[in-house]
């Protein structure tokens, strides 16, 4: 059921950054690798079917808006107990120019990936050679991009989002996209996805090589210096993972081999005090550090780390201002209990772990997850007894606004 949310969050990032209407439902993703792929427009999304995700302490299901309740909290409390909780004040708001989404390359107008032909390295449990892509419907999911057309093994890409950076050095532009090798007609896809990097020569594609742990979760990707960087996630692979950690590749001329990111992640305390007032939680009076089971006890109550989706598909690294710096976002409940949710925000931290905002979903709401594209976050929330919702806020240059 998790991985039906990550494919809802995907589809919601692709289309706000496609700059169209909020989306009217999700399509079913039916495993965690199938994060990234084949994304809809709001009117598909609209027919697509229920979604649902696993939260820590109780389930979701998801219908883009449709009269779906979710389980009561654990222990047999219904309604949060906080009523009486004092709201953040009021934050004027500014004016903010709309950022316009980075288009494909001139060296990469006219490829259409759905009718592409891409020559594709050895890999153990892939096609290789040239694989022609087109629309199929596999797996319960409607047009996925997949080739070849008969005969297995067999890939599918996922082209929203693509993107574009010069990672071999010689000038020109590379695509990279989330991909997927498949055995057979039955099979799951559990475990394949990856990160494939193609490079365009004329009117050939061709794919320098796949990046990245395989069957892992990958939330976003960017291009960095002549570095592939990936907010990426243990799953069917692992790794001593640190919360918000990045990991990072550059191509060597023959592979690409994995780099330090500068983004470990959340592995000293959070300097919270920044934000207080604005979380519905008390002030702790110093950096609070978590445990290896992401809890801590400051100001008198407990603390969470606990993210809204399990395994954790959300995006943490994201570019608020579109200058290449990266904050983190993390979601942290305080006061929580096994017969109430407690206090529950979201927290943007600067590279030092210190809060520069929080953005507290509304009055007894909880958060289910969320995406970003552009300085645009979306929450996804819900209340016992209610359908899930979204929630947007704006970045202004220093703090989220609706």
């Given at each position: ?85 004092p ?12 950022r ?59 082209p ?43 009117a ?52 690409f ?14 300097d ?61 409940t305080?006061?929580r ?66």
């Amino acid at each position: 059921m998790t991985d039906d949310l990550t494919q809802a969050l995907s589809r919601l990032r692709a289309d706000v950054g496609s700059a169209v209407a909020p989306p009217t439902g999700a399509q079913v993703r039916r495993r965690a690798e199938r994060r990234l792929r084949t994304r809809r427009t709001a009117t598909a999304l609209g027919a697509a079917a229920v979604v649902g995700a696993v939260l820590v302490g109780g389930g979701l299901i998801w219908n883009g808006g449709a009269s779906q309740t979710p389980p009561p909290l654990p222990g047999g409390s219904d309604s949060p107990s906080h009523t009486g909780t004092p709201s953040a004040a009021a934050r004027p708001s500014r004016p903010v120019d709309a950022r316009q989404t980075p288009q494909a390359p001139a060296d990469w107008a006219g490829v259409d990936w759905a009718t592409a032909t891409v020559t594709l390295p050895a890999q153990q449990g892939c096609p290789s050679g040239p694989v022609t892509l087109r629309k199929q419907d596999f797996n319960g999911v409607a047009d996925m991009i997949m080739g070849p057309a008969t005969g297995w093994p067999k890939v599918s890409v996922d082209p929203r989002p693509v993107v574009y950076g010069d990672l071999t050095a010689d000038g020109q532009p590379e695509a990279v996209l989330h991909a997927t090798c498949w055995q057979t007609e039955e099979d799951s896809g559990d475990g394949q996805g990856q990160l494939l990097v193609v490079r365009r020569d004329g009117a050939t594609l061709r794919a320098v090589g796949w990046v990245g742990p395989r069957g892992a979760i990958y939330a976003d990707r960017w291009i960095d210096n002549g570095r592939l960087v990936t907010d990426v996630k243990p799953w069917h692979t692992g790794w001593d993972y640190a919360l918000g950690a990045a990991r990072a590749f550059r191509w060597t001329g023959q592979a690409f081999t994995e780099v330090d990111s500068g983004l470990p992640g959340i592995v000293t305390p959070l300097d919270l005090s920044p934000v207080a007032g604005l979380t519905g939680c008390p002030a702790p009076p110093e950096p609070v550090r978590f445990d290896a089971e992401q809890r801590a006890t400051a100001a008198g109550t407990t603390w969470d780390l606990f993210q809204p989706t399990a395994p954790d598909s959300e995006q943490h690294l994201v570019d608020l201002d579109g200058d290449g710096t990266r904050r983190l976002l993390v979601s942290i409940t305080c006061g929580r209990t096994d017969k109430d949710p407690g206090h529950g925000f979201v927290a943007v931290l600067d590279g030092s772990l210190r809060a520069i905002d929080a953005v507290r979903p509304p009055e007894g709401t909880t958060v289910a997850g969320w995406s970003h594209v552009n300085g645009l976050l979306t929450l996804l929330v819900y209340r016992p007894g209610e359908a899930t919702r979204q929630v947007r806020y704006t970045w202004n240059g220093d703090y989220f606004q609706r």
